[in-house]
């Protein structure tokens, strides 16, 4: 996240050693990603395009990603840390309208369907956002989400964590032997890493919103980790950004144990293996994706 640079012998160990390093500009906008020679046999890519431009397949996969987003966000706003500060209505209305959507989401059989469902949910969850942060009101006010530019403290955070998780969600699927351009819910567009946008969908909730919430509500961010610019736009200023990223590398070597494959793991290992889980699906040795579902 500087214009410091990086050695070509540096470059060129990490493609070796198959460790993506990505640029990006001190305000965290992605330059450019280098990557070591391409894992995996061209035969995994081919069923992925293939898969890539049958609906049917798109869809059925786009729904256990969608799935899964829903189930921990909902999984996000039960959780009982929030004490008796929170408007407890608010927070189950929201949680009940969530769990009517993932019956609804499994039977769905058009992508647009499913893309409104996914529309649904998520101005349930964000309509209930700003009841969970609880310090610093004044500072960390959430109104709602605003992108290019964000328009406040929380949203300069969620949108610099989306950025990290999607950096590292497209290195995953590299790793793995998947091109992480062509998805199955973001359709191809140039320059995007679409299945990179597909993978992070149900991360949000547990390895972004969840971060943000915390580095809020234990004070480890305050007023003056931001920049506050005449257009409106809030960005994290340096020192915010290095305290983001500390706190970013900590919790992504804390554990936990995977839903599905019932291991204990990193959660920075989690991008990896939900990639890994997908690719084995794409080569038909699992019946279906298995989302990872947030306990």
Known sequence: FSYAGASPALMGVCAQRQIGLSFCTPRGKFLARVCGEGNGNVLLRRTQYRTGDDPTQ???????????????????????????????????????????????????????????????????????????????????????????????????????????????????LESVGLDSYVGFLHRDRPGRTSLALDLMEELRPCMADRFVLTLINNRQVKAGDFQYMESGAVLLADGGRKTFLKHWQEKKKETLTHPYLEEKLPWGMIPYTQALLLARYLRGDLDAYPPFLWK
């Open 58 to 172: 798109c869809c059925q996969i786009s729904r256990t990603m969608i799935f899964g987003k829903l189930f921990n966000a909902r999984w996000s706003i039960e959780r009982r840390d929030h004490g008796l500060r929170v408007d407890g209505e608010k927070l189950v209305s929201a949680s009940k309208q969530i769990y009517g959507l993932l019956s609804q989401v499994k039977e769905v059989s058009a992508p647009e369907e499913l893309r409104g469902l996914e529309g649904v949910g998520a101005s349930a969850y964000f309509s209930v956002f700003d009841e969970m942060i609880l310090g610093d009101k004044e500072t960390f006010s959430f109104q709602g989400r605003s992108r290019r530019p964000p328009l406040d403290a929380v949203n300069a955070m969620l949108s610099f964590a989306y950025s990290l998780l999607a950096h590292d969600c497209a290195s995953a």
